[in-house]
């Protein structure tokens, strides 16, 4: 059984920045994402991102008393929905997504998948875009993925 994909905000923009929002679509066909995650996105989505409502409203309120509205949302969804993965990047969501047993993945995460699925022939070059359009990525990250996929 696949996977039910859910994203925050912060891959959508990071990946809309460089031109690689669809690597989302091919390597998932599609995802879902709450309103929250839309408003902060403000852009036109594409047919293939599903918006949807979280049910657990109270559940949700409780973790926008810890990290911002869309990433609170994101995480209470993916509570809601068996069988996910929510794609998150922020530390502080990701630790707490993780201490409620919810299985992420970063968008660094999905440009490793990309790049081992074919899908971007220079990682390195994507990631270094990524960074120069504003995403944050530490020194010693950016440093491990030159070391393993080799320096362009």
Not at 45 to 54: E, H, N, T
Not at 102 to 128: F, R, Y
Request: charged letters at 25%.
């Amino acid at each position: 059984m696949d996977k039910i994909i859910i994203s925050d905000t912060s891959c959508l923009i990071a990946l809309s920045n460089i031109g690689l929002l669809y690597i989302l679509k091919d390597l998932y066909g599609e995802v879902l994402i709450t309103t929250e995650v839309k408003d902060e996105f403000g852009k036109q989505l594409p047919d293939w991102i599903i918006v949807l409502q979280v049910k657990d409203r109270i559940k949700q309120t409780e973790i926008e008393s810890k990290l911002d509205k869309g990433e609170a949302s994101s995480i209470a969804l993916a509570l809601e929905i068996p069988n996910s993965i929510l794609i998150i990047d922020e530390v502080k969501g990701r630790n707490i997504a993780k201490n409620l047993n919810i299985e992420i993945i970063g968008t660094i995460g999905i440009l490793l998948l990309a790049s081992n699925k074919g899908l971007i022939t220079d990682l390195i070059s994507v990631v270094l875009k990524l960074v120069n359009n504003g995403f944050r990525l530490s020194n010693t990250i950016i440093d491990r993925i030159k070391e393993k996929y080799g320096e362009k």
